[in-house]
């Protein structure tokens, strides 16, 4: 099976974890696009959906699903029934690191703002320690060098993704190298950094259930 395929699989996997009449939180990247594409076949039994990007509000809307502003579905209900997104690596305690696509700060107030997390993934995203895939932080662009050095100093090699842009305006610092053997603690430790907006560390708001995709079929963690 492709990788492509397994990622298909969890897509559809995950509509068993979207309750009829709420509203519902929607991330960003490949196999989120797919359960975009799968919901549709149920979009009339949903209330809505918030959107962990641009890229998602428009291929939800292009859908006909409707797609509310955050601020306003936090008036409606006190959280989002459910957040469905994938991630670039999980390890075994659920913690993830995100935002491949550069959503990461969308996806984390999302994420926060659901009663659980529900995380898509195909198994070659499974790591014994997160920190093999560059790690995104979203920063404020007057802050680029000051962060770079902090990412230094804690033995990463910061690279400024070229030619990007985030949905709030600012740039994205890559960190490759790290070990991250305390995701809790490096998370903070980053965010602590002025300039920092957020870094793709999900300690905090790791995933409450993953569904990994895998040769043999959609298993759950
Ligand atoms: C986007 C993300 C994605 O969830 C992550 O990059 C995984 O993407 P894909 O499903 O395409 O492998 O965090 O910011």
């Given at each position: 099976?492709?990788?492509?395929?397994?990622?298909?699989?969890?897509?559809?996997?995950?509509?068993?974890?979207?309750?009829?009449?709420?509203?519902?939180?929607?991330?960003?990247?490949?196999?989120?696009?797919?359960?975009?594409?799968?919901?549709?076949?149920?979009?009339?039994?949903?209330?809505?959906?918030?959107?962990?990007?641009?890229?998602?509000?428009?291929?939800?809307?292009?859908?006909?699903?409707?797609?509310?502003?955050?601020?306003?579905?936090?008036?409606?209900?006190?959280?989002?029934?459910?957040?469905?997104?994938?991630?670039?690596?999980?390890?075994?305690?659920?913690?993830?690191?995100?935002?491949?696509?550069?959503?990461?700060?969308?996806?984390?107030?999302?994420?926060?703002?659901?009663?659980?997390?529900?995380?898509?993934?195909?198994?070659?995203?499974?790591?014994?320690?997160?920190?093999?895939?560059?790690?995104?932080?979203?920063?404020?662009p007057m802050a680029r060098e000051?962060?770079?050095?902090?990412?230094?100093?804690?033995?990463?090699?910061?690279?400024?993704?070229?030619?990007?842009?985030?949905?709030?305006?600012?740039?994205?610092?890559?960190?490759?190298?790290?070990?991250?053997?305390?995701?809790?603690?490096?998370?903070?430790?980053?965010?602590?950094?002025?300039?920092?907006?957020?870094?793709?560390?999900?300690?905090?708001?790791?995933?409450?259930?993953?569904?990994?995709?895998?040769?043999?079929?959609?298993?759950?963690?």
């Open positions: 099976m492709t990788q492509d395929e397994m990622k298909q699989r969890v897509a559809e996997a995950a509509l068993e974890y979207v309750e009829a009449g709420t509203i519902i939180g929607v991330g960003t990247g490949s196999t989120a696009n797919k359960f975009i594409d799968a919901l549709a076949g149920i979009k009339d039994s949903i209330r809505g959906t918030v959107a962990s990007s641009e890229a998602t509000a428009e291929r939800l809307r292009g859908h006909g699903i409707p797609v509310l502003d955050l601020n306003d579905a936090l008036a409606e209900v006190e959280r989002l029934s459910v957040y469905v997104d994938g991630a670039d690596e999980f390890d075994p305690g659920r913690n993830l690191t995100k935002g491949g696509g550069g959503a990461l700060t969308r996806e984390k107030i999302t994420a926060a703002a659901s009663r659980r997390f529900v995380c898509i993934v195909d198994e070659t995203k499974r790591v014994e320690h997160l920190g093999g895939f560059p790690l995104p932080i979203e920063v404020i000051l962060v770079a050095a902090k990412a230094r100093g804690l033995g990463g090699e910061p690279a400024l993704r070229e030619g990007f842009t985030t949905d709030n305006g600012n740039i994205i610092l890559d960190v490759h190298g790290l070990v991250i053997r305390d995701p809790l603690a490096l998370e903070d430790e980053l965010n602590s950094v002025p300039g920092v907006v957020t870094n793709g560390i999900f300690a905090h708001q790791k995933a409450d259930i993953i569904l990994m995709g895998t040769a043999s079929g959609v298993e759950r963690l």
